[in-house]
Nanobody, 124 residues
Framework: VQLQASGGGLVQAGASLRLSCVPS??????FSWFRQAPGKEREFVAA????????RYTDSVRGRFTISRDNAKNTVFLQMNRLRPEDTAVYYC????????????????????WGQGTLVTVSS
């Protein structure tokens, strides 16, 4: 079972990046992105059901980030627009075979599979 995350990089403030998460070895129902900035705890960013029926975002990224999936490519994306220096972090893809309800999508405890992380650095 694996979640392969990629797409991080170094960009200037205001730029865009798209992160990808490719699952393998298992069928997942709910996907999420978390991030961990230097010296801080890991925090929730966004989540979605594979069906696309439910999505959730943390307040600081709502309207700038979009979580989506491509069925044909079996890939989950995090499109990040209008990036800010405070978005700098290692971004992790996480997933679970369970359908997580909206109110619990933010919780790390709901996800039992994690990718290796991809670094996003936003310069001012």
């Amino acid at each position: 079972v694996q979640l392969q995350a990629s797409g991080g990089g170094l960009v200037q403030a205001g730029a865009s990046l798209r992160l990808s998460c490719v699952p393998s070895g298992r069928t997942f129902n709910t996907f999420s992105w978390f991030r961990q900035a230097p010296g801080k705890e890991r925090e929730f960013v966004a989540a979605m059901r594979w069906s696309g029926s439910t999505t959730r975002y943390t307040d600081s990224v709502r309207g700038r980030f979009t979580i989506s999936r491509d069925n044909a490519k079996n890939t989950v994306f995090l499109q990040m627009n209008r990036l800010r220096p405070e978005d700098t972090a290692v971004y992790y893809c996480a997933a679970t075979p369970r359908g997580i309800i909206y109110s619990q999508m933010w919780s790390e405890k709901e996800y039992d599979n994690w990718g290796q992380g991809t670094l996003v650095t936003v310069s001012s």
